[in-house]
Every structure is written in structure tokens, then in C-alpha cells.
């Protein structure tokens, strides 16, 4: 009996690679007196490469940018002050994020979220989808001192929650920090396929938020 799903945030309940193409846009137009003598293409494509889908921090990848294109008139505080209050209004969910989390709490299964990051910079993007209402439990890295793949920020999710691993969901994009992390702490492992990674050794595999489901439906059938 599936009794919890737990979600990873980035790259599973929020896209965030089109998030940041909206943000850098943004962030490049409205900066322009600083950044304009970069074509906004070079910028954005070199944003993306060191960001390394978010698993850079942007202070490291605002100096590199700063010394790549010779950008003389603002700081790397000021661009990551930048990004920290304004990234959230360019937040974009996956297709049918609402609906899914809708049903599954109409099955009554209890709703988690584990995620890697600063802790108000990733409630900010939370409640930016406007989601943080379906959760029971959101524990982020920073706020808990433990990061995924360590099983204990699993334990501690399902023992807020009182479920068992064998009862518990954890979907994820990354094939190792998610899926192979939960599987370690007794979870049933589903992977939302990202074109990063060819595979995951996970138990299950889906495309669309809306699969978790039939997932659920399935095993409590």
C-alpha cells in the first residue's frame, strides 16, 4: 500500500532549464547597461554550460562570467542578489503538476518534497508554483544540514510523514541522487526520465507527472 510520494523540485516538479532561459532573458534586458555588449545568445548559451543545471552555485558562475566577458559595472554580489530575488517570478512547472498532486491527495496519499539547496531560495520557488499547500512535508538541504543521496534526509522526510520506506514513492530526475539514493533508504524508486542521463535502475520509469498515478493506482490495487 503506497501511503507517501516524495518529490525532488528541480528538474522533476519545476522545469527548470526553461525556467532559467526565462530568467536570463530577463535578467540580461533588464541589466543591460552592464551586459549589453555581450550578444544575449553568447551570454545565455555560457550561463547554461557553467551552471551546470543548477548543480553550481551562482556565485561561482557569475565570476566566471564576470572574467570571461570582462564585465566592468556591476559585482558578482549584486548579479546573485539579482538572481535570488527574481529568479521565483520566472518559475515554470511541468505539464499537469497541479492536477497530479490534486489526485493523488484525493487518494489520500501524504505528499513530500526532498531538495538539494538553499533553503528560502527553494520555498521561494515553491510557493512561486504554488504548490506548497499540497505538501505534508518539504525538507530542503540546507535548512535539514543533510543533502541527497545521504539516506538520512529520506528517514527524516518518511518519519515526519509516519509512513514505512515500502510504503513510500520518491520521484526524482537524477538517476544516482535521487532514484539510487531512495532505493538505498528502502524506497520504491521512480524516475522522471531527463535527457541528462541515458538511464536510471529505477522501478519504475515515466515521462509526465501524470504517470505517478497510474503508479499508485497500480500498486494499491
Known amino acids: 500500500m503506497i501511503q507517501a510520494v516524495l518529490f525532488d523540485l528541480d528538474g522533476t516538479l519545476l522545469n527548470r ?3 532559467v532561459v ?10 543591460h547597461g552592464s551586459l549589453g555588449h555581450i550578444p544575449k545568445d553568447v551570454y545565455a548559451e555560457r550561463f547554461i554550460e557553467l551552471d551546470r543545471r543548477g548543480y553550481v552555485w551562482k556565485d561561482r558562475v557569475y565570476a566566471q562570467l564576470i572574467q570571461e ?10 548579479l546573485l542578489e539579482d538572481y535570488l530575488t527574481h529568479f521565483r517570478f520566472h518559475c515554470h ?6 492536477a497530479t498532486l490534486e489526485s493523488l491527495k484525493q487518494q489520500g496519499v501524504k505528499l513530500g518534497i526532498i531538495s538539494n539547496g538553499k533553503g528560502k531560495f527553494q520555498m521561494d520557488n515553491i510557493k512561486a508554483l504554488g504548490i506548497e499547500k499540497w505538501f505534508d512535508v518539504i525538507l530542503i538541504s540546507e535548512s535539514e544540514n543533510l543533502r541527497k543521496p545521504d539516506p538520512r534526509i529520506f528517514e527524516r522526510a518518511m518519519a515526519r510523514l509516519n509512513v514505512l520506506p515500502s510504503h513510500s514513492l520518491f520521484v526524482g530526475d537524477h538517476p544516482t541522487t535521487d532514484v539510487e539514493a531512495a532505493k538505498n533508504a528502502g524506497m520504491i524508486g521512480v524516475w522522471k526520465k531527463d535527457a ?12 509526465e507527472l501524470d504517470e505517478v498515478n497510474r503508479i499508485v493506482q497500480e500498486l494499491n490495487a
Do not use: H, K
Open 17 to 19: 532549464d526553461a525556467s
Open 93 to 98: 512547472p511541468f505539464d499537469g503538476l497541479q
Open 196 to 207: 541528462g542521463w541515458n538511464e536510471a535502475a529505477a522501478d519504475y520509469a515515466i515521462d
Open 22 to 31: 526565462s530568467f536570463i532573458d530577463d535578467q540580461y534586458e533588464r541589466m
Open 69 to 78: 566577458f570582462d564585465i566592468e559595472q556591476t559585482t558578482v554580489e549584486l
